[in-house]
């Protein structure tokens, strides 16, 4: 797993616990930050800091691009790893210009595959492949 990988699922995490708790990714990321040593230490990595603020920045946006294409899905229903995948791709997508799309969209998929169902991967690829061709368009 590459380091990007690495820090996506960091990410993910800190999206999932927030989302959960009902808080704030960004202040969860400050709780975290802690510098350990030893063996057990698990950094923050730089990547994780930059996605988590620019989803938190960008979250109203995103979770309005998800409402409007999760087709028969509300916010609340999507299952929280699923609604929170959704919000590190978009966000990947249509604010990170120097990535490529597929590479975006692709990472989504494995932590999809990794961390949900295979009928949940299905669906994000649905959701992620149409903000990827209509992301031109999106008033920011």
């Known amino acids: 797993m590459s380091a990007r990988s690495k820090a996506r699922k960091q990410t993910l995490d ?19 930050d802690v510098v350990e040593e030893g063996a057990d230490a698990r950094p923050i990595r730089e990547f994780t800091r930059e996605l988590i603020a620019g989803i938190t920045s960008n979250k109203r946006k995103i979770d309005e691009l998800i409402t409007t294409y999760a087709q028969g899905w509300d916010m609340d229903r999507l299952p929280a790893v699923d609604r929170n995948i959704l919000r590190l791709g978009i966000y990947e997508i249509v604010w990170t210009p120097e990535l490529a799309e597929g590479i975006a969209i692709d990472e989504a998929l494995n932590l999809a595959k990794e961390l949900s169902t295979e009928e949940s991967a299905g669906y994000i690829h649905g959701v992620l492949g149409k903000i990827s061709q209509i992301k031109e368009s999106i008033a920011l």
């Open 14 to 32: 800190l999206l999932y616990e927030a989302d959960i708790r009902g808080a704030s990714a960004a202040d969860l990321l400050l709780t975290r």
